[in-house]
């Protein structure tokens, strides 16, 4: 009999900017369209409301983590990357904050959710 090793999924690229829960993004999204948003049905126009907000920003808003509608990140940096899930955070190089970052605080200030993001 063989042994069978699972290797944890890859990842090939590292993301960094500010993370914000899936409420936030909801009453974020609902300001800008003027009319209450359902988390799930309207996910879609949640996404784009707040993308067409601050791309002008050279800002990127996206979903991000292992599971759908969780977490949102308004992306300010992103480079290639060979790690793998669930691999320890001492071995994953971390981003330096910079005038994105400034940026991307910004507009979490004007949406009036300055202080709900990591």
């Known amino acids: 009999m063989s042994a069978i ?13 500010l993370r914000i829960n899936n409420d936030t993004a909801i009453q974020w999204a ?13 996910r879609p126009t949640v996404r784009k409301a707040i993308f067409d907000k601050v791309i002008a920003s050279r800002v990127i ?4 983590g292992e599971v759908a509608g969780v977490h949102w990140m308004l992306v300010t940096q992103s480079t290639p990357f060979n790690g793998y899930k669930d691999m320890d ?13 400034a ?3 910004k507009l979490l200030e004007e949406a009036g959710t300055s202080s709900h993001y990591e």
């Open 5 to 17: 090793f699972h290797n944890p999924p890859a990842r090939h690229y590292r993301l960094g900017g």
């Open 61 to 64: 808003f996206r979903q991000v």
């Open 89 to 101: 955070a001492s071995e994953i190089p971390q981003f330096e904050a910079g005038e994105k970052e």
């Open 30 to 42: 609902s300001r800008l369209k003027g009319r209450e948003l359902h988390p799930v049905i309207n």
């Open 103 to 105: 940026i991307a605080r």
